[in-house]
């Protein structure tokens, strides 16, 4: 194990506990990692973690004194609010714990992502700097082509990573890691817009698809399905407007992107769009080809 996953067990794990002492957090320790009884963590050791714990993360372990030394997290918010902080934090506590447990990772299963981590470092050190870099990609109808683009960040959806970037000709768009062939980083730099906020920018889709406007979509959950849409949100706009107990209502405002309405037709007969009424003319066609082609016969 890395000091840095050191340090993300000791802030997921406190996380979780809201408060433990040493001596709890020591019995955790050699749980999870399978040590001696009589392995601990030395509290000098310990206070160095959390100083270097906030120093690489920003998060702050506090000591509650009053009935006994109890250690939590000062500022939850940090991991709360923060979904680079969170993801980072779920994705190595969850690869520590798996690493932990290897007697049973044939029964541990996992979908592994096609993006081309070499090619993930290479782009994120080119933002950290603002320098253009040069890629060579291929889409699947066409042949490869290089050019010199302008990373503005990335974005996991769907298992795959994206870049979006200023293209040569001054264009905003978003390339498939896992269809880069090739990436290197140009002596020069370009001028991030000071007011460019990802988040922002990508607030009104539902996926990686851009370009339309947002608007209001009421979608209708039936029976079980309701809780999953209530438990997983497709957008973070999503509201419940109605729960009949048979069936609930949602609203979000979101662009109905090509990728939403994938989602969508992913729900089959659980789901209904009760407006807006392009976006029902929209899933009728999809519905009506899809009854084409299955009432077909296939020799």
Known sequence: MTQTEKYIWVIDTIY????LSLSELSARWRADMGLRPD???NRSTF???REDIYSQFGVVISCKRPGGYKYFIENPEIIEENKVNKWMLDTIATGNLINSNISVSNRILVTSIPSGNEHLKSIIDALKTNTRIEITYRQFDRESFTYTVDPYCVKLFENRWYVLARNNRNSMRLYCLDRILDVAPCNEHFDLPED???EEYFAPYYGVVTGEEPERIVIRAYDVHRHYMA????H?????????GEYSDFQLYVAPTYDLVMKL???GSMIEVLR???????????ASDLHQMYKLERK
């Open 16 to 19: 979780r506990a809201k408060q």
């Open 39 to 41: 392995d601990k963590i």
């Open 47 to 49: 206070t160095r973690w």
């Open 196 to 198: 460019f906020d990802a």
């Open 231 to 234: 438990s997983l949100p497709l």
């Open 236 to 244: 973070f706009s999503q509201e419940l407007i109605e729960d009949t």
């Open 265 to 267: 037709l992913s729900f």
């Open 276 to 286: 807006p009424e392009s976006l029902r003319e929209t899933m009728r066609g999809w």
